[in-house]
């Protein structure tokens, strides 16, 4: 999820790193290698579940681009970074978890967002983006996502934050058994998500129960400490995050917004190679944040 307030750092070392995934190997010749561009956008909005989740941006195409697609690229943000990447790549369309079009943005067409969306039209690449959605789907979702990559179990459900409509959003669980103290778990983390955390607490703590929302959610800790668990883990840190830990009695891990959002959109990728045949390809444009 994304917080408040969306900063763009720019840097003039951007790392590029690519992971792709293949269509199944098993297809037959005649198998589908193309999908239409609308009905990937159908099939996405039934399977992330798009219209019954509110959010403060529009989730599915935000620009269209060419009618017929063969190559899509994923990313976590539709940086201009990620779309000069996209084109190398000869990618039909990008899917990312941090579109445009958030909710107090400047609607001109001017500046930053022109420099975006004229590459993007120039190359008639379409753009979709699924925020909130996302984040919540049980199996493809950043926080189901991240539960795998760390060994992590669900248990008991997920809270309810927004009266319901965003059931889903904080999870809470058992780490996995080589993460005993929240030192372990935070060496954890590094290891697993290639970047030091931001760890708030005694580190030789024994940590039984955690809760976990990836990205900007730091400001559900409150939420967090109510699921009495020992720890809870997100990508960013403000201030009062600091204080409210320590007072509260709950560890708190700030694991990267980018880092613990890779992944999601990666398994939604995989889910479309699979299912129509076409090609996918995961771009990590490094982002420290
Ligand atoms: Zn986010």
Redesign the pocket.
Known sequence: ??GKIQRNMKSNKTKVSISKSSPRSSRSSNSVKSVQRDQLENHLADLLNVHAIKDYCPNGLQVQGKPVIKKVVTGVTASLALIEAAIQEGADAIVV??GWFWKNDDVRVVGQLHARLKLLMDHQISLFAYHLPLDLHPRLGNNAQLAKLMGWTQANGVSSVGGGSMDGLIWSGKPSPSQKNLGQLARSLASRLGRDPLVVGDLSRPIKNIAWCT??AQGYINEAVSMKVDAYISGEISEPTYHIAQEMGVAYIAAG?HAT?RYGVQALGQEIAKKWGITHQFIDIHNPV
Do not use: S
């Open positions: 999820m994304l978890h941090h990205g900007a917004h959002e």
